[in-house]
């Protein structure tokens, strides 16, 4: 399976990106898919994840209310788009995809993913 992340982008605080990851070399439809970031001298953390059909969502508390995650089965591809950017949110964005089932507690753990792209850079300048 192979992910190509792309849509980062420099954006002044208070505007908006949308990310896109396409996905190949399996059917798009068997994961549930999910976003993360990681910003200079931090760990990766949780963005954001969807399941395989899209009916279920999950955020990280930061950037709930923000962010929304969606997913077209037609173009194999997942989005996420970013509304209110804040220079916090200046990091390298990774997409991933999973087959273990998501849940609240379960969306975040990076181990259950079983595929990564190659991470886009979005930078917010204040």
């Known amino acids: 399976v192979q992910l190509q992340a792309c849509g980062g982008g420099l954006v002044q605080a208070g505007g908006s990106l949308r990310l896109s990851c396409a996905v190949s070399?399996?059917?798009?439809?068997?994961?549930?898919m999910g976003w993360f970031r990681q910003a200079p001298g931090k760990e990766r953390e949780f963005v954001a994840a969807i399941n395989w059909s899209g009916g279920s969502t999950y955020y990280a508390d930061s950037v709930k209310g923000r962010f929304t995650i969606s997913r077209d089965n037609a173009k194999n591809t997942v989005y996420l788009q970013m509304n209110s950017l804040q220079p916090e949110d200046t990091a390298v964005y990774y997409c991933?995809?999973?087959?273990?089932?998501?849940?609240?507690?379960?969306?975040?753990?990076?181990?259950?993913?079983?595929?990564w792209g190659q991470g886009t850079q979005v930078t917010v300048s204040s």
């Open positions: 070399g399996r059917t798009f439809s068997n994961y549930h």
């Open positions: 991933a995809a999973r087959t273990l089932a998501l849940s609240t507690r379960r969306a975040g753990v990076m181990g259950e993913y079983d595929y």
